[in-house]
C-alpha cells in the first residue's frame, strides 16, 4: 500500500507529514500578518487554533474520500527549523494534484520554497499524478515567478486576480 | 414506533406493552440519511489551513440576502 505522506529530504530542506505537533512551532510563522498579504483568510489567534487546524488534516483524506489531503511541515536542514509547509491536494484518480505553499518571510530568498515545492513535486510524480495547478494572486509576483521556475505555465484564468497555473508531469 | 402503553397485571403480576398508534412519513425517507441539505457546501483542504468556514460564510451570505 503507497503511503501518500511519507517523510521526503533534499539536500537542504526536510519534509514532515504535518501534524498537530508542528503547531507551537509553525505558529510565529504562520502567525505574521506580512504573509497574509495575498491570501483569503485569516492567521491563527493562537497555537491551539492551529493545533486544531492541523489535527484536522491528520486524516490525510477529505471526508467523502474522494481527496488525498497531504501537508508536508517544511525543515530547513542546516538549523533544524520549520520554516513553512507544503500542501497538495489530490484527486483519488491521481489526475490532479492541486499545490499550494507558505514560507516564512525571513526566510524567502534561499530558494527553499523551490526546494521545498520541488521535492513535493517529484515525490507526487513518482506516485503517479498526471497533473499539477496551482491559484495564485496576481500581484504576489515572488510566487508566480516560482511557480515559473517550477515549469508551470499560465492557463486561462476565470477570474484576473486570481492566476491560475498548471504543469504536466 | 408508535404510542406505547404499559401495565402490570394486578392479578398476576406480569408485565406488558401494546402500541396504540403507528406513524408514517408520507414520503419516507432512507434510512441512516436524516434530513438531507438543500445544498451542499464543502471545506476544502485549503480552507482548513486558511482558517476559513465555508459552511458559515455562505449562512451568513444567505441571511443577508
Known amino acids: 500500500m503507497i503511503d501518500f505522506c511519507p517523510p521526503l529530504e533534499s539536500g537542504t530542506v526536510i519534509l514532515h507529514p504535518l501534524k498537530r505537533k508542528h503547531a507551537e512551532a509553525l505558529f510565529s510563522i504562520v502567525s505574521d500578518g506580512e504573509l497574509w498579504q495575498y491570501i483569503d483568510g485569516s492567521p491563527p489567534a493562537s497555537v491551539a487554533e492551529l493545533r486544531q487546524r492541523y489535527a484536522s488534516l491528520e486524516t490525510r483524506m477529505n471526508p467523502d474520500q474522494s481527496e488525498y489531503w497531504l501537508n508536508w511541515a517544511i525543515e530547513k536542514k542546516d538549523d533544524s527549523r520549520l520554516i513553512g509547509y507544503v500542501q497538495a491536494t489530490v484527486e483519488r484518480s491521481l489526475a490532479c494534484a492541486q499545490i499550494a505553499y507558505v514560507l516564512g518571510v525571513r526566510f524567502r530568498g534561499q530558494f527553499l520554497a523551490f526546494d521545498a515545492v520541488s521535492l513535493m513535486i517529484e515525490f507526487l510524480r513518482s506516485i503517479g499524478v498526471q497533473r499539477f495547478s496551482a491559484t495564485v494572486d496576481s500581484e504576489n509576483l515572488r510566487s508566480i515567478r516560482l511557480l515559473k521556475r517550477l515549469g508551470f505555465y499560465q492557463s486561462q484564468a476565470r477570474d484576473p486576480r486570481n492566476l491560475e497555473f498548471t504543469a504536466s508531469a | ?65
Request: aromatic share 10%.
Open chain 2, 1 to 65: 414506533m408508535g404510542e406505547i402503553y404499559t401495565g402490570q397485571s394486578p392479578v398476576i403480576g406480569l408485565s406488558y406493552a401494546f402500541t396504540t398508534k403507528f406513524f408514517l412519513e408520507p414520503n419516507p425517507r432512507p434510512n441512516n440519511q436524516g434530513v438531507l441539505p438543500d445544498v451542499k457546501i464543502a471545506t476544502t483542504e485549503r480552507d482548513i489551513q486558511l482558517g476559513k468556514d465555508p459552511v458559515l460564510d455562505y449562512a451568513l451570505r444567505l441571511a443577508d440576502t
